[in-house]
């Protein structure tokens, strides 16, 4: 359990330096485009090759090379489970190949027509200079998976840091040189490519030293067969799950010149918590719930999951009540510099909160996908996939004639609430030792100490306005006093109420605290 656990906090502490850098990028970005045409377009280009990174990479394909990556190496071992990832990079490189080459010829050629408008063209035009990036950041993602069941998570997780310091170099770079967006823009592009390319080559290099040594393997397997049996339904699910974060921009892309840009802010702010600490769980946990199910040991599957659903309810839902009080300070402190003004931060304010109310659900529905997906079952994903892509569609569609962007980010959390209960009441049918029983009293504990910890935040909040300080002064006081008392409040309320998984962490964490040493 402590291994388990030393891996969470080494996975936890890499991912916060790539999101610490990754909000710093966030930042400078609003600052020097704000909410803007260029914004929204460079935004929707690169949810293109995030879209197949998705897909293609630490999605669908991860997902199903995983469970069989952990049977060839449990029964044959590195040398044969080295082959096996070769056989897949180099399919995956050709089919890479062949979707930039046709979409940069396809959006290449629609800028040319005359067909778009100006502002979708801008957007086509970003796009044919980012689509190479989805080669690097997809073949990234797959050597990253056989570094985890290698049981080495510090340098797949700290990746993320090489792509944010390019783009924030090639950002500074590109306001120093000139003050015009469109140059900005195109220095960011540049950034987004080069820090791809790292983030290939250091796993890569990372996976060499473990004895890996990439080479042609063109033959086929019957660990191929298996992997595209289990891919191909694990695909159509990614695959609507991303036409859902798609059908979200391209509806708020038509909205207006500033809701793409808000929409993806709120977006990113709830995404801090549920990448830093969910991903790192599920990432951890992936390999584990993989070989139990491999040995057959349903009571380890169980107990691993159960763990770890305990652990992202515990963190994510305190998290998402902080974003809902405190998203406005947050905001103001953060991101009000430069082009993004006082009217843009108003509008972001409520798509936080909305979205802050959903991350428990978000968060449980990406652990869930992940124990199917080590139960080999790839259908259910699909199923309830296309049945959260038709409650976005609706939901958006509707709600974003009365409330606009709030509309959209509302009809997101309600598909993440369908999601998540689908996705549990499948785990449970599947394995009878998997049940809402396991996780009542916790996840009470949890909800306990949370609405406390929210109640505490509104009065500290209502408290430091009443003051009538500077905006900026009042949002550093809110930030720098309520979010780390407020954390404590609250880890402080599950200790008292016993919370099982926060002693088990204290435990852990105080084997890495160095013991002073008598003189």
Known sequence: MFKNLKNIVVVSLSTVGSRVLGLMRDILIFAALGASAWNDAFILAF??????RRLLGEGALTSA???IFSDVLHRAGRSEAF??????LLRLLIILSALVVSGMVLFGSLVHSGMLSDRWALGAELAVV???????ICLAAIVSAGLNLLGRFAIAASTPILLNLAMITALAAGIWLSHDQARIVYWLCGGVLFGGLLQLLLPAWDLARQGWRPRMESRGSTEMSELWRLFLPGLMGAAILQVNILVSRLLAYSLDESAVSVLYLASRLMELPLGIFTVAVATVFFPLLARAVSDRDNHSFAGALTQGMRLVVGISLPAGIGLMVLGGPILELLFRWGAFNTQNVAQTIPLIAIYGLGLPFYSAATFATRGLHACKD?????????????????????????????????????AAVVQSACLWRALSKRRSEVGFSQLRGAFAKVLCAGVVMGLYCVLGHALVLSFDLADKLNAAVIVGVLVPSGAALYFGLLYLLKFEELDTLARMLRRFIPKGRSS
């Open 83 to 88: 082959a096996f990832l070769n056989q897949v």
């Open 378 to 414: 790839m259908k259910t994903p699909v199923r309830v996939a296309g049945l959260c892509l038709l409650v976005n569609l609706i939901c958006g569609v509707v709600l974003m004639q009365f409330y606009g962007a709030g509309g959209l980010a509302a009809a997101n959390v309600l």
């Open 65 to 67: 090379m995983v469970p």
């Open 130 to 136: 980012l689509l190479p990036y989805m080669i690097f």
């Open 47 to 52: 949810t293109l090759p995030n879209l197949f």
